[in-house]
T-cell receptor
């Protein structure tokens, strides 16, 4: 299965600032997914990032708050903009590298907004 | 919204089989059932998936009912390291992609 590297692994940020999270995959993948996991909760899908097109956002998530880039088939970034303490969560990227196999998840970025 | 419902918590004794149920009564004919687990502070780990036939791999077995409205994940010999949150997921097709929409999961505690 694919190997995902997410950076940073954790960060503490001031409210009102923005943080960009990077997701690097060791193989080319068509679709990449970004999730949010709030403290003690399950994972919520933020958006699907396709190379060469605009990301598709789930209900409740908007591009102005969570802009996504997908410049090539192995890399994507998620930016959390104008952060507030409510954005404190773990953010994870995921890919489906190969038909017949499961989706692989990164180890996540633990964000704390103060 | 997630298409699955699971009990919030379960426990089993080490060395015994752990049977985790999942209801997905609104599943469509071409939607797969996936199981993942998440150990504290780690990303979700793939366990197994299936469409309508029972499946087995080195980690677990997946039993899907004939009407596909429910399934059971079986860990044949649970160990303490199997303590985790287990997610049953129906993969949905939308916007030209296949997406995993997570439900609330089952917190499994394996007792010594």
């Amino acid at each position: 299965s694919a190997v995902i590297s997410q950076k940073p692994s954790r960060d503490i940020c001031q409210r009102g600032t923005s943080l960009t999270i990077q997701c690097q995959v060791d193989s080319q993948v068509t679709m990449m997914f970004w999730y949010r996991q709030q403290p003690g909760q399950s994972l919520t899908l933020i958006a699907t990032a396709n190379q060469g097109s605009e990301a598709t956002y789930e209900s409740g998530f908007v591009i102005d708050k969570f802009p996504i880039s997908r410049p090539n088939l192995t890399f994507s970034t998620l930016t959390v903009s104008n952060m507030s303490p409510e954005d404190s969560s773990i953010y994870l990227c995921s890919v489906r590298a190969k038909i017949g196999f499961g989706y692989t998840f990164g180890s996540g970025t633990r964000l704390t907004v103060v | 919204d997630a298409k699955t419902t699971q009990p919030p918590s379960m426990d089993c004794a080490e060395g015994r089989a752990a049977n985790l149920p999942c209801n997905h009564s609104t599943i469509s004919g071409n939607e797969y059932v996936y199981w993942y687990r998440q150990i504290h502070s780690q990303g979700p780990q793939y366990i197994i998936h299936g469409l309508k036939n029972n499946e087995t791999n080195e980690m677990a077995s997946l039993i899907i009912t004939e009407d596909r409205k429910s399934s059971t994940l079986i860990l044949p010999h649970a160990t303490l390291r199997d303590t985790a949150v287990y997610y049953c997921i129906v993969r949905v097709s939308a916007d030209s992609s296949y997406k995993l929409i997570f439900g609330s999961g089952t917190r499994l505690l394996v007792r010594p």
